[in-house]
């Protein structure tokens, strides 16, 4: 709105004020814009770990490896899009063979926005950023023909010398190029021919590219006061898409993290609110991690209203790619099962959800438990007895007689297999001596039975059914 009253960058403070009295100044942070560059270096960092500062409001990304990954350019810009505007900030992105002309694609999207901004622009924008601040030129060919049409102005390199520049006749890059390099070199020095080489492909390009830190503890201030939990998800998604380019980048899947809700200072200020998200498989995903963290959020009262956020990555584990099958598999819906657990988890609570989970010991009818979702999960891979058991238990132990030396059930029953001995119990009161066997019945039924052996005579029991 500024931009279309006539608001130009450099322009004083009084005239701003004479021509858009209702434009707000705020004065600028230089600390605070860093950090915001940070911040979004860290949340790109989870589509390729090479980034670099390009100057103090652009950032340069190497996608060549991870085209294929997310699908294509477009696929990826709009992702990148997605998650830029996920953090709070617009962007103008270019992309091409070289980074230099990729920034001069960026900056010419940006000068148009803010030149040639109309409120039919602006509805458009919104309907379709993607279409209006981006442009793509993927072969060196096309890249160059591109750049000849733009005005020099775009390159900084040239703005020192726009007025000479303009004299003789020179608007476009292309015009430029077609000086003498001698001359120019002399009336401009080397940075501006060596920045068109850069952006032409014509001469090497070098960055320091950024790495990500050691630990993840990031840290938001609100713009107001929040008093309801579920308003502050907005902010937390903006610190989870920093977690979840770190992770990527780190090559970590994240088990648990801590979310910290700083409350007013004063003389009856309150320690940080802590709400620890665990998660039971390790995940790297944002749009996993925010819905376990919706659900957290819906159900906390704070005690006090929240100025601030920090997040805080508190336990790790070597991050997985998963593979990719050609057939759908039961393996392949393990992740989905986990996180459907872990989302029931979130929204009932730790202790209202169980599962069935195998238990260190002997005993059949102790060595199946119901345990709490999230340590039943943690042992599910626990080793399992190897002989033959049925899926089947009685809650109870049938007692069989004996026939002819047999037991009988139904029928007599041809012993299969065993003995599986088992002596166990002696440390709670309950011990068990019993040889297990599978036995048969005339019509063909398999049944699991076994044989007391602490009393005087054998005693036969009926303790489970296969199928």
Not at 5 to 13: D, E, T
Not at 380 to 401: G, S
Request: one cysteine or more; charged letters at 20%; a neutral charge.
């Amino acid at each position: 709105m500024a931009a279309a009253q006539g608001v130009r960058i450099g322009m004083r403070s009084a005239s701003v004020h004479s021509i858009a009295p209702q434009v707000v100044l705020q004065p600028r942070d230089p600390l605070r814009e860093q950090q915001s560059l940070d911040a979004v270096a860290l949340a790109l960092m989870q589509y390729t770990p090479e980034i670099a500062a390009f100057d103090q409001q652009s950032l340069v990304l190497e996608i060549s490896a991870s085209l294929s990954l997310f699908g294509g350019h477009r696929r990826l810009s709009r992702r990148i899009h997605e998650t830029v505007e996920a953090l709070g900030f617009s962007l103008a992105l270019g992309m091409a063979p070289t980074a230099q002309g990729a920034w001069l694609f960026a900056h010419h999207c940006a000068r148009q926005r803010i030149h040639h901004r109309s409120p039919s622009h602006v509805s458009l924008h919104h309907a379709s950023p993607h279409r209006l601040l981006q442009r793509r030129a993927i072969k060196l060919s096309t890249l160059r023909r591109w750049l000849d049409a733009l005005s020099f102005t775009c390159l900084p390199e040239a703005a020192a010398y726009e007025e000479w520049l303009e004299g003789i006749g020179c608007h476009t890059l292309e015009d430029l190029r077609r000086l003498p390099r001698t001359g120019l070199k002399r009336r401009t020095r080397t940075a501006l021919l060596e920045a068109l080489d850069r952006a032409y492909g014509e001469a090497p390009e070098l960055f320091d590219w950024l790495q990500a830190p050691a630990s993840f503890q990031v840290a938001i201030e609100l713009p107001y006061r929040v008093d309801q939990a579920p308003m502050l998800l907005f902010g937390t998604q903006r610190l989870l898409a920093q977690m979840s380019g770190w992770l990527v980048a780190r090559q970590q899947a994240v088990r648990c993290f801590l979310l910290w809700m700083v409350h007013e200072k004063g003389r009856a200020s309150l320690a940080p609110t802590a709400l620890e998200v665990a998660l039971s498989e390790p995940s790297c995903e944002e749009a996993h991690l925010l819905r376990l963290l919706k659900e957290r959020l819906g159900q906390l009262q704070l005690i006090a209203p929240v100025i601030a956020l920090r997040l805080e990555a508190t336990q790790l584990s070597a991050w997985v790619a998963p593979s990719g099958q050609l057939f759908a598999s039961p393996a392949s819906n393990a992740q989905d099962y986990h996180r459907l657990l872990e989302l029931l988890v979130a929204r009932l609570g730790a202790d209202a959800l169980s599962l069935p989970a195998p238990c260190a010991d002997h005993r059949p009818e102790q060595a199946n438990q119901w345990q709490i979702a999230h340590q039943a999960i943690a042992i599910e891979h626990a080793e399992m007895p190897t002989a033959a058991r049925p899926f089947w238990l009685l809650e109870q132990p049938l007692p069989l007689v004996v026939r002819q030396h047999r037991p009988f059930y139904g029928s007599s029953l041809r012993l299969l297999s065993g003995p599986e001995r088992i002596e166990a119990g002696w440390w709670d009161g309950a011990l068990a001596l019993r040889d297990y066997f599978v036995a048969q019945a005339e019509e063909g039924a398999c049944y699991w039975i076994y044989r007391e052996r602490d009393a005087g005579s054998a005693r036969w029991f009926l303790h489970g059914l296969f199928g």
